[in-house]
């Protein structure tokens, strides 16, 4: 039995958006979850939906528009919510517990993950939520109005550009969602993940070669600088450390030693006609 | 004294947009960069710019489309950078290295810390960057092909939804901008460079070689291997892509540039006699 914490946020967690104005916004939403492993959509009080723009932006993620459910106020929408995290745009006169998007996909992780109702048996099957998690986005021009915003748990805001804070909608959304998947894909990984400093190494196709094979290497090009005439052995200076940090730095793997010492050879084979 | 990540990021990364299809998209991209405070984009071979459509999805950053500079190929774009990372839908037959957004900025930041330029007076004025970084977008429908990736030092992939990958691609420049900003706002609050895990964040002495400059140490191998009769123009193979591969990881400093043309140029001497 483990814990799919991708699963977990696809269950748990709803998009709301309150009073959209352009459709196409909400069709760029539906895609932006998709993307990220989102499907639960609710709208309160759209003003145009469903819309063929909606539809064209949602670029084959009609599934999410078709099963958006519609709601006449927020309070309808986010009823069955266990936790409710409202996007703000900036600090209110009240101040309000305020994640940032990575603060708010741990919390929200954290949330989920101790139901039990997410261990996932061998069919990857998930129960309904016992707590559901509702992110609420308000108007594209103002944002949610106060009293929304007090009907949350927390707060998110994304740390935008001070002098021009407003992100588009979709924006918002995929950038909150990024998080969400982000953080579950850690939990799910963290392992594999935490040992990866310098990415993709693990997946790197060729053998790594080593220290011998990168030290024979480096014999074979100063033999060969120095038969060229480009190395002089009586005053070596930093030529040879340089090559050697260069080629460790790299990581280089079995078959660029190869390559690297035919070159080599090549050029030996040629110089001694 | 004191160096600001942010105004780091604004002077040293450059959007490249490949050959965008949709008008509408740089608009975005253009608003998405303004949020996160990037102002730098170029567009190789637009099919539409400037256009009304692009002015108005820009909603406001107009001031980043006016600035935008327009080239006829990606070689030209990236040519005065020190480091290109391109965006990547999927994994490759050949295996480049490859983050998450999360570790690109890590790598990035890592990058741009270390020059010594980037330290910050009282006017908060910035020298001409010495490390410029692209980050490099390809066509809407299709991505970067295979040998505008193999011209970058990284790929950068978000982990989206298996079944359904592929983000608008104002989105994906949103996300990967959003991990910058992030990462030069944690910078700045902890004050901690120790904490960069990456490479890079140690004192480099040596500058970095640009693209231009590595392209013309690959150009300069070609032709020497061919010379040699290591290299067959007819059959090439995949040699080329691979010492290219290398010489992009290993991010190149000046001086090891110049050493490694100097034994190109002392092979081809020897060979010419």
């Not at 949602?58 to 309070?75: C, H, T």
């Not at 927390?154 to 924006?171: D, F, G, K």
């Not at 038969?227 to 090559?243: E, Q, V």
Request: proline share 4%; glycine share 6%; aromatic share 4%.
């Amino acid at each position: 039995m483990s814990i799919s914490f991708i699963n977990a946020l696809s269950v748990s967690v709803t998009v709301v958006l309150i009073k959209t104005s352009h459709s196409g916004n909400i069709g760029a939403v539906a895609r932006a979850m998709k993307n990220m492993g989102l499907c639960k959509l609710r709208l309160v009080e759209p003003k145009n939906f469903p819309s063929d723009e909606a539809t064209r932006r949602s670029s084959g993620a009609e599934n999410i528009l078709n099963s958006a459910e519609v709601f006449g106020s927020m309070d309808e929408a986010i009823n069955d919510c266990h936790f409710v995290v409202g996007a703000s745009a900036r600090s209110r006169s009240l101040a309000w517990p305020l994640f940032n998007p990575r603060e708010c996909a741990t919390k929200v992780l954290s949330l989920i993950a101790s139901q039990s109702a997410l261990v996932v048996n061998g069919t990857e099957q998930l129960a309904e939520p016992v707590r559901k998690v509702a992110l609420v986005f308000g108007q594209e021009a103002s944002g949610l109005t106060n009293e929304e915003l007090q009907r949350c748990n927390y707060h998110v805001n994304i740390p935008a550009n001070p002098e021009y804070a407003s992100l588009n909608l979709a924006m918002a959304v995929q950038v909150i969602a990024y998080e969400l998947r982000m953080a579950a894909l850690l939990e799910e990984e963290s392992d594999l993940l935490s040992g990866t400093e310098c990415a993709g190494a693990e997946e790197w196709e060729g053998e790594l070669a080593s220290v011998g094979e990168v030290e024979g290497l480096l014999q074979h090009t100063e033999a060969t600088a120095i038969k060229l005439g480009f190395l002089n052995p009586a005053k070596p200076g930093m030529l040879m450390p340089r090559l050697r940090r260069l080629y460790q730095r790299a990581a280089l793997d079995k078959m660029e030693v190869n390559i690297l010492r035919g070159i080599l050879k090549a050029t030996l084979n040629q110089i001694g006609k």
